[in-house]
């Protein structure tokens, strides 16, 4: 019942940003720009480059709203075109370095929940599994940060990153391995109180 009412609210939000109705915009903007930014984020690895990702997102979302047809969440389409806008930054420029503490401090700001990060709060565990989530291409740390920081299903992120369902379960199996392996490597057997 609850998620009909917010649907509706939200299809009533669209209407008007789509008439360019300030607080139509402004309900858009303020509902998603936290994960928008955390998928841009994740893919740059530069403030700087995140933050102008999203405003170009949001920018470009505002400009197609009219043509919007509703066969996926507002939310699904809008982390897709930041996923794009962020794969455009990186043909242009060579990936800067950030640290994957920047997403996490920023989601300690955010109201997202944190549902699969809270047992790495702590600043030891989060160094080591920084170093093993910079050893995993962007698109992949992006998989693991839309799914398991911010839940998003298999159907959601294949609609974001253009994936099919058996390439996001492998990337996601293999980049599971890959960090076990790193963190084996330099925990040893501690590993299974991080894990």
Not at 154 to 161: A, R, T, V
Request: aromatic share 8%; hydrophobic share 35%.
């Amino acid at each position: 019942m609850a998620g009909a009412q917010k649907n509706k609210q939200e299809d009533r939000f669209l209407k008007k940003a789509a008439q360019g109705n300030r607080e139509g915009l402004e309900y858009l903007v303020n509902t998603y720009k936290n994960l928008a930014y955390t998928v841009a984020i994740t893919i740059l690895r530069n403030r700087e480059d995140a933050e102008e990702v999203v405003q170009d997102a949001f920018i470009k979302a505002f400009a197609s709203l009219k043509g919007f047809k509703k066969s996926s969440k507002f939310s699904t389409w809008l982390y897709r075109i930041v996923y794009n806008c962020a794969l455009t930054k990186i043909a242009s420029r060579k990936i800067m370095n950030a640290s994957l503490e920047e997403v996490s401090s920023h989601e300690k700001n955010s109201n997202a929940e944190n549902k699969g990060w809270d047992a790495l709060r702590s600043h030891e565990k989060r160094k080591y599994i920084d170093r093993a989530m910079d050893r995993l291409s962007p698109e992949d740390r992006l998989l693991f940060t839309l799914h398991y920081v911010h839940g998003k299903t298999i159907s959601e992120i294949g609609n974001i990153m253009d994936l099919k369902r058996s390439a996001i379960k492998m990337r996601l199996l293999r980049g599971r391995k890959q960090l076990k392996i790193e963190l084996e490597s330099v925990l040893g057997n501690e590993v299974k109180n991080l894990l």
